[in-house]
Each structure stands twice: as structure tokens, then as C-alpha cells.
């Protein structure tokens, strides 16, 4: 159900422009008896959707309105531009994922989050490095998870993307 919401909300964003005015908004019902709303505000360079029902809530965003704190305490690169961000809520879980683009190199984009991770003391339990991406991936005591990837992008800089998630 959400899967389907959410591309075609994305789909309605990425082809109006426009103010930050709300774009679109209405009710939706599964066909499983499951009803919910949604809302659509901003233009293609600042947007946000919001999807709401009674199993918990999901955030779709770009630009001024992506997400600028991750949850759990981590930081969002210095100096990187958000590119998108992702937020969600429902079932006792939550999660949040931002990609974000910067000058700098994969290794001081790992370098950092390696640093804040372990200052919070959490371990790095997975460690990956192929050709020019490198992630880093664990776990927090009480379950919620991280994961945080840079790869070189072709027209230069790094594009990094960290996902985070766990128990609501």
C-alpha cells in the first residue's frame, strides 16, 4: 500500500513547481479497509509529502525541508548539502534516511561518522570497500541500527547516504 502512495507522490512533486503553497492533499483507502491521508507542499527544488494513516506516518522531503537531524544523536555531515531525506513512523518502529552530497573524499566522510560513532560508544559491526564506495554499518544496545555508505560520484564530490532505524 505504501509503496504505491509513495511513487506516486514522489512522481506528483518531481513534475509540479511552483510555491510552498500546498500542492496536492486528500484521503486514500486501501481496499483493505485501511484509510489514511496525504499531503503534498513545496515546489521541485523544496517538497515535502506526508502520508498519514493509523499505522504511523511517513516524511518524503527535499531541499529546505529534507532533514537536517538524523535520529539517535548523529550528525549530518559538515558542510554537505542535503539532497533528499526520509522519515517514518508506524508499528512501535521508526527510521530515517538523508542523502546528502559533498566536495570532500569517501575516506573523510568515513573518517567523520567513524569518529561521532565511536564517541557515542558504538561499535562498527559491518565494514565494506569496492572500488570507490565504503560502508559502515551496527547496532546500538537497545536495537536501533545504523548504516552509512559514500561512493565517488562520476561528476565529482561524494554522495553519502545513512539510514537509521529501530524501535519507536
Known sequence: MYKHLILSSTLLIAACGGSDDEI???TFDDGEGNQGSYGVSGDEGNSETVIQS???????AS???AVKDLPMGIELYPGATVQTSMSGVGDGKSGAMVVLKTEDSVDEVMSFYRKQLK???IE???QIKSGDMQMIGGEWVDGEGFSVSATKSPEGGVTAT????GNG
Open 63 to 65: 531541499g529546505d525541508k
Open 54 to 60: 493509523d499505522r504511523g506516518e511517513v516524511r518524503i
Open 119 to 121: 564517541s557515542k560508544g
Open 162 to 165: 545513512i539510514i537509521t532505524g
Open 24 to 26: 496536492a492533499s486528500g
Open 124 to 126: 562498527v559491526g559491518t
